[in-house]
């Protein structure tokens, strides 16, 4: 089993930035690769960003392409998820999610986190 707990949400203007963590513990983290996905009211969840195992791949949805960075930290079993110029439509409760081996971008990750919310004002 892989614990995963994301923190770092809120509410943020239109254009500000935040920063997400999201702790893994129960396996080994540099074993798994990591995703976000983002779920906005009424809507399905929907990826956002990924890293593989060594932080060497990272993949983005088109919608966050150059705003969004995604990063890890092997050694503190973190994977973060960095959001500037955030827009009204990036609202959403943000999940991490982790896969086991070395494919990016998989839909279906073995482990959830609970998720945290990110509320875009205007």
């Known amino acids: 089993q892989v614990q995963l707990v994301e923190s770092g949400g809120g509410l943020v203007q239109a254009g500000g930035s935040l920063r997400l963590s999201c702790v893994a513990s129960?396996?080994?983290?540099?074993?798994?690769?990591m995703d976000w996905f983002r779920q906005a009211p009424g809507k399905e969840r929907e990826f956002v960003a990924a890293?593989?195992?060594?932080?060497?791949?990272?993949y983005y949805a088109d919608s966050v392409k150059g705003r969004f960075i995604i990063s890890r930290d092997n050694a503190k079993s973190t994977v973060y998820l960095q959001m500037n110029s955030l827009k009204l439509e990036d609202t959403a409760v943000y999940y991490c999610a982790a896969a086991f081996g070395d494919t990016i971008a998989v839909l279906t990750p073995d482990y959830w986190g609970q998720g945290t919310q990110i509320t875009v004002s205007s």
């Open positions: 129960g396996r080994t983290f540099s074993s798994y690769s």
């Open positions: 890293i593989s195992r060594s932080g060497g791949r990272t």
